[in-house]
T-cell receptor, first 115, second 116 residues
Framework: NAGVTQTPKFQVLKTGQSMTLQCAQD?????MYWYRQDPGMGLRLIYY???????DKGEVPNGYNVSRLNKREFSLRLESAAPSQTSVYFC??????????????FGPGTRLTVT | AQSVAQPEDQVNVAEGNPLTVKCTYS??????LFWYVQYPNRGLQFLLK??????LVKGSYGFEAEFNKSQTSFHLKKPSALVSDSALYFC??????????????FGRGTSLIVHP
């Protein structure tokens, strides 16, 4: 039982390049999330998916797109990377459909640097 | 709108002493409150949550938190700190937003440093 896995662990991009961050969970959770973590800013929600086939914007969606490929997988795409997107990205999942009381399970993170 | 405040960027405590990490929140309606811990270069791990009922919630690794509705607080506590408790701690709140979503909001985090 691996929980939430993310690939890659590290990535360096040049401005304007694109890439996709992959996330998968093996807990049969309905809800999945993408966050970015910046120093002094805590975690900010980029996009979330309440269930397979649905996605919604979070607090900071600009410059990102997501795909809920199936119940297990939720990918985050940067179409044209910018230095402001340098951050640590976390994927998370939880039971239920964005229900109130379910805690989230987090992946190990992807450290992205855009030069 | 909902928000979470962690008023201290850093908390220092000596090993064996009690520790408190503060969290206050602002929501419309009933809050669902969570604490997570993040060790260096790792993802967040769930510690405990308050949903309803007893205001004192017990969680992993000997941590507990007290829900205080009148003060809108949910402070994390531990009777006796360990050096291994040194980490970044996040408070989070979920409440029903307009449109029916329950997006969680996280505080900025508090760095706990336990000195030997």
């Amino acid at each position: 039982n691996a929980g939430v896995t993310q690939t890659p662990k590290f990535q360096v991009l040049k401005t304007g390049q694109s890439m996709t961050l992959q996330c998968a969970q093996d807990m049969n959770h309905n809800s999945m999330y993408w966050y970015r973590q910046d120093p002094g800013m805590g975690l900010r929600l980029i996009y979330y998916s309440a269930s397979e086939g649905t996605t919604d914007k979070g607090e900071v969606p600009n410059g990102y797109n997501v795909s809920r490929l199936n119940k297990r997988e939720f990918s985050l795409r940067l179409e044209s990377a910018a230095p402001s997107q340098t951050s640590v990205y976390f994927c998370a999942s939880s039971e239920g459909s964005i229900a109130l009381y379910y805690e989230q399970y987090f992946g190990p993170g992807t450290r992205l640097t855009v030069t | 709108a909902q928000s979470v405040a962690q008023p201290e960027d850093q908390v220092n405590v000596a090993e064996g002493n009690p520790l408190t990490v503060k969290c206050t929140y602002s929501v419309s309606g009933n809050p669902y409150l969570f604490w997570y811990v993040q060790y260096p270069n790792r993802g967040l791990q769930f510690l405990l949550k308050y949903i309803t009922g007893d205001n004192l919630v017990k969680g992993s690794y000997g941590f507990e938190a007290e829900f205080n509705k009148s003060q809108t607080s949910f402070h994390l506590k531990k009777p006796s700190a360990l050096v291994s408790d040194s980490a970044l701690y996040f408070c989070a709140v979920r409440a029903r937003l307009s449109g029916g979503s329950y997006i969680p909001t996280f505080g900025r985090g508090t760095s706990l440093i336990v000195h030997p």
